[in-house]
């Protein structure tokens, strides 16, 4: 089995990003727990990051065929690209949105996620513990 993790704006900053919100936990400590993850759980992933909304693009589609699901945490892309929701839609693979925070009880325009539209399930606030949850939840899908 092996999961695409798909980490989109602003994501290789955690750590330096606005500590308050999002910890000091770097972008290199969350790789590190998702090998860690897919060791425990007996899972391949591959992750990856981009700040370009093309290249995010691009990365989705060429995991048809590729990819058994998709983690994705857009970062910023959720609250507006419909590009992107369109990509995981071409999928048709079972996928996942995470959020690091709540994004719920957030900024009114956090609250709205047109790429979760585009997803199987969304967790939100649950740190990088929702990765993992994304990771278990997507073995059972699969």
């Known amino acids: 089995m092996k999961i695409l993790v798909l980490n989109g704006a602003n994501i ?13 936990a770097t972008y290199d400590d969350l790789k590190k727990y998702l090998i860690c ?7 391949e992933i591959d992750v990856w990051q981009s700040n370009h909304e093309g290249e995010i693009i691009d990365k989705l589609q060429s995991a048809i065929g590729a990819y058994d699901g998709i983690v994705v945490n857009p970062g910023g892309y959720s609250h507006y690209s419909v590009s992107i929701a369109d990509a995981l839609r071409a999928t048709n693979l079972p996928r996942i949105e995470v959020h690091l925070t709540d994004i ?23 740190g990088f513990a929702g990765y993992k949850q994304a990771i278990k939840d997507l073995i ?3």
Request: charged share 25%; aromatic share 6%.
């Open 104 to 126: 719920y009880s957030r900024e009114p325009y956090r609250r709205v996620t047109v790429t979760g539209d585009a997803c199987d399930k969304i967790i939100a606030g649950k």
């Open 12 to 24: 290789n900053m955690l750590g330096i990003r606005e500590p308050s919100v999002y910890g000091t």
């Open 37 to 43: 993850t897919a060791s425990e759980l007996g899972v």
């Open 140 to 142: 059972k899908m699969i």
